[in-house]
Every structure is written in C-alpha cells, then in structure tokens.
C-alpha cells in the first residue's frame, strides 16, 4: 500500500511530505544554524561556513518579529527546486517573516510566512515594489547573482531601505577577484566596481569624523554605515547612527584651529 501510494506522488509532494517530518525534527534543533543548515540541506554550512557568522550576529533578532529579505532563491529556472536557506531562515526566527526574490518564478516554494517575488535585483521599480509591499527590513542578505555590478548596484539601492540596527549581508564576495561572467578582477584589488573595492572603500566612511577636509558634506553612507565585518567570503555591514565624535576632530579640522 505504501509504495501504490508513492508511485502515485509526484517529487514535489514527496518532497512536502518529508519537509513536514523535516520541520518536526528542526523544531528541537531551532537554536543552532549549523544543524538547521544541514537539515534544510542549504549551503550555508559545509560547502561554505556561513552559519557560525549568522549565528553570532543575528541571534539578537531571534526572537523579535522582524521582516528578512534574502536575494536568490536557487535552483535555477527549475520552480521546484530551491528555498533550503528560506526554510532555514524561517526555523530559526519563529516570529519572522521570511522573503525572497528570484529572476525566475518560484512561487510553488512559498509557504507560510515564506513570500517569494519573481524580477531582477537590479531592477529599482521591481525592488521599489517589493519595498512597498514588505515595509521595514531588518535583514538582507544578497545571495543572488553574485555579479560585482549587481551585488554593488542592489546595496545602493536597498541599505537605505534597512532600518536602523539591521544587518546587510553579502555572501560568496569570492566573485570580486573572478572577471569572467561576474566583472571582478585578480590584479587591481582596488577597482571600485568590485565587491572589496567598493565594500573596502566603505570603511572610510566610518572613521569620517578624522577626516581633515574642512567643509566635508557626509554622505549616506557616513551617516549610517557603524560596523563593517569581513570574513572568508562574506561581508556584514551593520546599519545605525554614526555620529561619534572625535576626540581630536571638529567639523573635519583639528579643534586648536
């Protein structure tokens, strides 16, 4: 009876059934990624070490009813195939709602609290839209094309959408030193169109308040860039007021000027 019943499944139900005996299991496990990682079968823990980062900086947020924006879904233009790090996500924080976008539509891998939208990163009315329709974000993470133009072109965009205390978060930053298909490079290490060049100009922006520039008009990401923190592969930017003075400082001169 039970092989005439899965001979009857298609792979997208099978694959439903086990994930309610997953979520189950995940319910005791809740408090730690790296298990919920291997669970979920996302590759975020063992093909790359992320969850020990998240862990260590988003356990804050755990219990808080907090909105995530994850960019890419995965499994490519198959629209049953991915969401593993969603359903991570969606465990871990048992107060959240979960988000994503994907270029290619899936739809079927929504579930509750789990709402996926189908269009580009870099496209501003599509992100302006899913804006609208989320309301504050506390948590991006740009898992998605990896493409240096794309990565650097959706934090303009989306880190003034983060509100203040939230975390941005960029994986697989390897891509910075790969020029063909993802525009990075191996041999300038400080074009400002890469991932680290960009991101690496960034910490000047905390540490504006030194700057000797008599008149110096703070930009954006002056004001609210409090924390940067690299690791292999990763960055974490952490959003807030930057308003800390200097001890030497006045208005970007030496204060016995």
Not at 18 to 25: D, P, Q, R, S, V
Not at 41 to 46: I, L, N, R, V
Not at 142 to 164: A, M, Q, R
Not at 199 to 225: Q, R, T, V, W
Request: net charge positive; glycine share 6%; proline share 3%.
């Amino acid at each position: 009876m039970i092989n005439f019943i899965k001979s009857k499944l298609t792979p997208f139900q099978k694959t439903k059934i086990k994930l309610f005996f997953i979520n189950i299991y995940a319910f005791f496990r809740s408090n730690n990624l790296n298990k919920l990682a291997r669970l979920y079968k996302t590759d975020k823990y063992g093909h790359h070490f992320y969850t020990p980062h998240y862990q260590n900086h988003f356990k804050k947020f755990k219990f808080r009813r907090i909105n995530l924006l994850e960019i890419g879904v995965g499994g490519y233009d198959d629209p049953y195939i991915g969401g593993h790090s969603l359903r991570m996500w969606k465990s871990y924080f048992p107060f959240a709602k979960i988000f994503s976008l994907d270029i290619f539509d899936k739809s079927p891998l929504e579930e509750r609290r789990i709402k996926i939208f189908k269009g580009s990163q870099v496209e501003e009315d599509f992100l302006e839209k899913v804006c609208n329709q989320i309301g504050k974000l506390d948590l991006i993470i740009d898992d998605g094309s990896h493409i240096n133009e794309h990565v650097i072109k959706t934090f303009l965009y989306l880190f003034p959408k983060l509100e203040i205390g939230g975390y941005y978060v960029i994986e697989d930053t390897q891509t910075s030193y790969w020029e063909e298909e993802y525009g990075g490079s191996s041999t300038d290490f400080n074009r400002q169109d890469t991932i680290y060049g960009f991101f690496k100009a960034k910490i000047d922006s905390l540490n504006n308040e030194e700057f000797i520039i008599p008149g110096y008009e703070k930009n954006y990401f002056d004001k609210h860039i409090v924390a940067m923190h690299f690791y292999h592969n990763m960055i974490f930017i952490e959003k807030g007021l930057n308003n800390e003075l200097s001890n030497l400082v006045r208005n970007n001169q030496f204060r016995n000027k």
